[in-house]
């Protein structure tokens, strides 16, 4: 069966600093995969989405950026945070032909001082 | 482009009562609809979908949802909730490129 993982599954980070946030997905191969953002209190919004290897769609411009090195291996990263980049993180994966489920992997809380 | 309103943030409800939470969506061609549910820190676990046929899905944990195309509602229901039942519940629905828009969730909380 297929499953996702996030890490770190928690993070603290000083305004300024980097970020890397890593999803891997087992068990399936030729995934989609997004990462999405929940702010406190409010929804989900799709921050990046990707087809394949090195192939990346961002929907919100912002200081982020992802990245699809390997197939089931998608990274999240920042080169320099901002507190506004606070937030749950999560990754998501569905299969590649056409309308399929997303499945959520367990998320990353990431905290901007 | 597609938009999914679930008009209400907070329910409370008495365990062992019955449950519906309101999913209304704007799309203009045949939707694909989710129901996802979120505990506190943790991800989103699927409850049902909705792809074509029968408009009433069944889904885990004993809900159910009932797609309505003249209403472009796609309410969840449970008959009895259980204390467990406690989270935040997302409606979803599917656009080009099997991009997920989100409704903003509705948070449930269950009276002993």
């Known amino acids: 069966s297929q499953t996702i993982h996030q890490w770190p599954a928690t993070l603290v980070q000083p305004v300024g600093s980097p970020l890397s946030l890593e999803c891997t997905v087992e068990g399936t191969s030729n995934p989609n995969l997004y990462w999405y953002r929940q702010a406190a209190g409010r929804g989900l919004q799709l921050l990046f989405y990707s087809i394949g290897i090195d192939q990346i769609s961002s929907e919100v411009p912002q200081n982020l950026s992802a990245s699809r090195p390997q197939d089931r291996q998608f990274i999240l990263s920042s080169k320099k945070l901002l507190l506004s980049d606070s937030g749950f993180y999560l990754c998501?994966?569905?299969?590649?032909?056409?309308?399929?489920?997303?499945?959520f992997g367990p998320g990353t809380r990431l905290l901007v001082l | 482009a597609q938009s999914v309103t679930q008009p209400d943030i907070h329910i409370t409800v008495s365990e062992g009562a019955s449950l519906e939470l309101r999913c209304n969506y704007s799309?203009?061609?045949?939707?694909?609809l989710f129901w996802y549910v979120q505990s506190p820190g943790q991800g989103l676990q699927l409850l049902l979908k909705?792809?074509?046929?029968?408009?009433l899905v069944q889904g885990i944990k004993g809900f159910e949802a009932e797609f309505k195309r003249s209403q472009s509602s796609f309410n969840l229901r449970k008959p009895s909730v259980h204390w467990s039942d406690a989270a935040e519940y997302f409606c979803a629905v599917a656009g080009a490129g099997n991009m997920l828009t989100f409704g903003g969730g509705t948070r449930l909380m269950v009276k002993p």
């Open positions: 998501a994966w569905s299969g590649y032909r056409g309308q399929e489920t997303q499945y």
């Open positions: 799309y203009g061609a045949t939707p694909y």
């Open positions: 909705y792809f074509s046929g029968d408009t």
